[in-house]
């Protein structure tokens, strides 16, 4: 038992008691990791690739030899069922699961699109508070509906008079601005994600503007080669790939069911140890360690700061081999208390044992 595990430790060494339970505790909480992966055993090399690609892609170089990765901002795991596992790759890019606003008048398909990317409604603005009209005559209907007209007519020439071919929107796109946009021959996404606005601003170069008033030239991102909407099952994934230097990619996943490709991302988050590879590498210290007292990382040998390798080897010793003892327990046995009859007395404390064996010859516990 794990009690076990100490009070050899103690007897062995006579330190490390809290170490070697911490150690063979998690050396068995591994083991839950290995018993899911055994359809995914034979793509290690693929899902390697797959994390080494997406890491080296958003990495950003530091100096001094630094790398810094932003895993959970810039790196983007979308799993569709179908097709075969060796279909899955990394995108140049982002891919969401949106189609554009009007499929019929707005194109599915642009080679080197100028994206424009807003967080702001393009819709007529609604009060803040509870609002009245009074209209007393029908011209005043009318007068309303002009002005907001004119107010989102004016919304898109701001966006137009930079030639844009997609227009990217957080928040809602009217039917009348979804009208001059299609006219304009430029296609619109609405009501992304914030997360994912912030993605494709990282891999085309676009930056998210507040306010179509606020608008300039060096805002459009340029950077995409390919936008284009396709079609999986009953579902649409609008695709920007085709990034020069992308600093944001998506990781898309493809295979025959919905928990195969659960088990496939499980896999893939060996992306942690990727990243902190690169954060680490060429740091040549070989003594970093932890400073008991203040919680830093510091240099052990300047500290003069020792363990002793006794206790150490003793402890991933004594840990390993009582991990692999438990594993090796093929058989349970367990006990169940029946319930007392009312008024009945107290069962006995030990139970007898029959003399009868099972097939194995094993005494059996009276039921």
């Given at each position: ?23 063979g505790a ?24 797959l ?25 983007k ?13 990394v ?14 008048k707005?194109?599915?398909?642009i ?15 609604k ?16 007068v309303l509906?002009k002005m ?56 085309c ?16 991102g ?5 936008f ?15 990034c ?11 295979g025959a ?34 400073d008991g ?5 510091v ?12 206790v150490?080897?003793?402890t ?15 058989d349970?046995v ?13 069962t006995p ?17 009276p039921?």
């Amino acid at each position: 038992s794990m009690i076990e595990l100490s009070r050899t430790q103690d007897e062995e060494v006579g330190d490390g008691t809290t170490s070697v339970i911490v150690l063979g505790a998690t050396v068995l909480g591994l083991v839950k990791s290995c018993i899911g992966t055994k359809f995914t055993g034979q793509f290690g090399d693929l899902i390697a690739d797959l994390a080494i690609d997406a890491t080296t892609t958003v990495g950003v170089d530091l100096g001094q030899g630094l790398r810094e990765v932003d895993i959970k901002k810039y790196i983007k795991v979308e799993k569709v069922p179908g097709g075969q596992l060796e279909d899955s790759k990394v995108l140049k890019g982002v891919m969401i699961n949106k189609d554009v606003v009007a499929p019929g008048k707005m194109r599915r398909k642009i080679l080197n699109p100028r994206i424009i990317l807003v967080d702001c409604p393009l819709e007529y603005k609604k009060g803040e508070n509870q609002t009245n009209a009074e209209l007393v005559k029908e011209e005043d209907w009318e007068v309303l509906l002009k002005m907001e007209e004119e107010y989102i007519q004016n919304l898109c020439m701001q966006i137009l008079k930079f030639k844009p071919d997609l227009v990217i929107t957080e928040k809602g796109l009217s039917d009348l601005a979804c009208h001059y946009l299609s006219k304009a021959g430029v296609s619109a996404i609405r009501r992304l994600r914030k997360t994912d606005n912030n993605r494709i601003a990282k891999a085309c170069g676009a930056v998210v503007v507040n306010r179509p008033e606020e608008l300039q030239e060096s805002d459009v991102g340029t950077g995409a080669g390919l936008f284009e909407v396709k079609k999986f099952g009953d579902e649409f994934f609008a695709y920007i790939v085709d990034c020069k230097d992308p600093k944001a990619c998506t990781v898309l996943l493809r295979g025959a069911s919905k928990d195969l490709l659960n088990e496939v991302e499980r896999n893939l988050q060996i992306t942690s140890f990727a990243y902190f590879v690169l954060q680490h590498a060429n740091v040549g210290n070989e003594w970093v360690g932890i400073d008991g007292n203040t919680g830093d990382i510091v240099d052990m040998k300047e500290r003069k700061i020792w363990d002793s390798y006794n206790v150490k080897a003793q402890t991933f010793k004594t840990a390993i081999e009582a991990a692999c003892m438990l594993l090796r327990i093929d058989d349970i046995v367990s006990g169940i208390k029946k319930k007392q009859a009312p008024g009945a007395g107290p069962t006995p404390s030990k139970p007898k044992i029959e003399d009868e064996g099972d097939a194995d010859n094993e005494q059996i516990l009276p039921e």
